[in-house]
């Protein structure tokens, strides 16, 4: 089992950066694809970025390439998403995942967090 806890969420200006986080419970969080997926209101999840087990390949949508960063810390169990030159089309509850497998399809995913807010104004 890993339980997963975001947090970072807020208001930024257009332009502005945020850092996510999510902190992982469990010994086995090291084996872990982890991945950020993000959910604005009327339109579907959707992929963000996905990090392998050792943080050795990084994968993102064309949405937020350049832009954003996946990081991963195995020692405090915790993956980070580094968010710059935000974007208004960028407003969306964010959610971490986690899974043995590696996939950009949300359903693969065995285990999320709670999601946290972020909103971009103009």
């Known amino acids: 089992q890993v339980q997963l806890v975001e947090s970072g969420g807020g208001l930024v200006q257009a332009g502005g950066s945020l850092r996510l986080s999510c902190a992982a419970s469990?010994?086995?969080?090291?084996?872990?694809?982890m991945a950020w997926f993000r959910h604005a209101p009327g339109k579907e999840r959707e992929f963000v970025s996905r990090i392998t087990w050792n943080g050795g390949r990084t994968y993102y949508a064309e949405s937020v390439k350049g832009r954003f960063t996946i990081s991963r810390d195995n020692a405090k169990n915790t993956v980070y998403l580094q968010m710059d030159s935000l974007k208004p089309d960028d407003t969306a509850i964010y959610y971490c995942?986690?899974?043995?497998?590696?996939?950009?399809?949300?359903?693969?995913?065995?285990?999320w967090g709670q999601g946290t807010q972020v909103t971009v104004s103009s």
């Open positions: 995942a986690a899974d043995q497998a590696m996939s950009e399809y949300p359903t693969v995913y065995s285990y």
């Open positions: 469990g010994r086995t969080f090291s084996r872990y694809t």
